[in-house]
């Protein structure tokens, strides 16, 4: 799979991998000064990692709930490592990437790309405005059409 990830200062394409963590390398987060969010203290869901193919450096994590009895991928968490957060970060499309891959979840499990989030206020605008997420509820969700669009934008299949 190629991810969208972008060298900021060159422009360039980097290629990464995406891979779930186990449930001894979620614990080892614990304290880790490269995210603001404790990570531990996700152990209940499944954790993703999304590093550089080339050296094998940490760029993001994403938290997912399976939610079966609804039919539905629930992002609980996604995060950049700090240096890639904000306008001075490094390298872009980090959580754009995540986002694809818990959409091409919720297409490989059978919800038709049923994928919802629980977004701080400020963010709202955001997830709307750059990925299509609509309202719904408590929550805000993407499916079917959307949800490959995010997927065709941010992941592309080799």
């Known amino acids: ?3 969208n990830l972008i060298e ?3 422009g360039k394409r980097v290629a990464g991998k995406i891979k779930k963590l186990t449930l001894n390398q979620i614990k080892k987060l614990k304290g880790s000064k490269k995210f603001q ?7 209940a869901n499944e954790v ?3 590093k550089r193919s080339d050296n094998n450096e940490l760029l993001g994590l994403i938290s997912i709930i399976d939610v079966p009895q609804e039919l539905r991928i629930h992002i609980n968490l996604v995060e950049s490592v700090i240096i890639n957060q904000g306008r001075k ?17 919720a297409f490989m499990r059978g ?18 405005n ?6 719904m509820g408590t929550h805000m969700v993407v499916f079917l059409d959307t949800s ?3 997927i065709t934008k941010y992941l592309k299949d080799e």
């Open 1 to 3: 799979m190629n991810l």
């Open 8 to 10: 900021v200062e060159r």
């Open 37 to 43: 969010f404790d990570w531990s203290t996700e152990e």
């Open 48 to 50: 993703y990692s999304i």
């Open 89 to 105: 970060k490094k390298i872009d499309g980090i959580p754009d990437c995540l986002i694809g891959f818990a959409c091409k979840i």
């Open 111 to 128: 919800y038709d790309g049923f994928v919802s989030l629980g977004p701080k206020t400020r963010l709202k605008d955001y997830y709307h």
């Open 130 to 135: 750059k990925f299509g997420f609509r309202h």
């Open 148 to 150: 490959q669009s995010i």
